[in-house]
Nanobody, 123 residues
């Protein structure tokens, strides 16, 4: 069974940075496309960023383009989300999704989700 675990959330001031990590328990991680999503209170879960299994193809939501960076380390079964210049609108529960589908239109999530890590941006 694939298990997904996020970490790295916290409270940060506007303009600050955080790096989220997502560890996936599977022998096939190096074949997985990976994605990050977020859900703000009272709102739907939304796509944030995705990375192909090769690491060569990246997708970002318009709202985070230029501020967030997704990367992966297959030796550690881990995908990262570096978040810079955080703003109050980035406050949300951030979820990692493993082994989704990646097309020219973007990333489509699988059933493999973590429990999320809370990011709060406030002064």
């Amino acid at each position: 069974q694939v298990q997904v675990a996020e970490s790295g959330g916290g409270l940060v001031r506007p303009g600050g940075s955080l790096r989220l990590a997502c560890v996936v328990s599977t022998r096939s991680f190096n074949r997985y496309h990976m994605g990050w999503f977020r859900q703000a209170p009272g709102k739907e879960r939304k796509f944030v960023a995705a990375i192909s299994w090769t690491g060569q193809t990246l997708f970002y939501a318009d709202s985070v383009q230029g501020r967030f960076a997704i990367s992966r380390n297959d030796d550690l079964n881990t995908v990262y989300l570096q978040m810079n210049n955080l703003q109050p609108d980035d406050t949300a529960l951030y979820y990692c999704n493993a082994d989704g589908f990646l097309t020219d239109d973007g990333y489509f999530q699988s059933v493999h989700w973590g429990r999320g890590t809370q990011v709060t941006v406030a002064s």
